[in-house]
């Protein structure tokens, strides 16, 4: 795909959704942090709904941490992966507290220390608390990139790499909102919805769905 295809694409969204967002609820880079560690294999609705009751009872890192595995794990039953998520939530807030006075690093090597905290997700805290213009390859990302022919690759961390090298500054830093939605609400993957998406001209997907009659 050529620079300019993706220009256009980005210009599409951005006309469309200006100001796009996580659609995790959060009121600081904690919770945010938290939420996201959750959202593995659980939609964003799913753990709304648990942050919503837990953040009401505890939402600090000293707060959780003192309601240990006995008290956190029924907040977190709903979710996939429930007993991993809490071990890691927990043991999170114990070194957020031991080794960042409590608050969430702002650095990816510092993020990626804390367990449970892979690449996706310190990307996300990058970009969506801190401003940085990272870009948190997920699967629907990682579909549409592929699919669009936007920017290729067998690997999460190859598509990044990528979608890094050819987006144009001016929308890094919503780029990856921009892609979620799009593969979230139109890209699908069993269907895609080709025939109301607004990048379909520029899109080099060989295989596009048309309007059911």
């Not at 449970?116 to 608390?129: D, E, P, S, W, Y």
């Not at 961390?157 to 830093?173: T, W």
Request: proline share 6%.
């Amino acid at each position: 795909m050529n620079q300019h295809k993706r220009n256009a694409m980005f210009a599409r969204w951005q006309a469309q959704n200006p100001h796009p967002e996580t659609e995790l609820n959060y009121r600081n880079p904690f919770e945010l942090l938290i939420a996201v560690m959750l959202s593995a294999q659980a939609t964003d609705i799913a753990v709304n709904k648990v942050t919503r009751r837990l953040f009401a009872k505890a939402r600090t890192p000293a707060s959780i941490l003192a309601l240990g595995e006995a008290g956190l794990k029924p907040y977190l039953r709903t979710l996939g992966l429930f007993n991993s998520k809490t071990k890691h939530v927990l043991a999170t807030c114990e070194l957020l507290l031991q080794r960042h006075a409590g608050e969430v690093p702002a650095e990816r090597q510092a993020l990626e220390a804390l367990p449970g905290v892979g690449r996706k997700t310190a990307n996300v805290v990058l970009n969506c608390a801190f401003g940085e213009p990272t870009m948190a390859v997920d699967t629907h990302i990682f579909r549409v990139a592929n699919r669009t022919g936007l920017a290729p690759g067998k690997t999460p961390l190859a598509v990044e790499r990528g979608l890094l090298k050819n987006v144009a500054e001016c929308y890094l830093q919503h780029a990856h909102h921009w892609l979620i939605l799009h593969g979230r609400y139109c890209c699908k993957a069993r269907k895609p919805l080709c025939y109301e998406c607004i990048i379909n001209d520029l899109c080099e997907f060989k295989s596009k769905t048309r309007q059911p009659e």
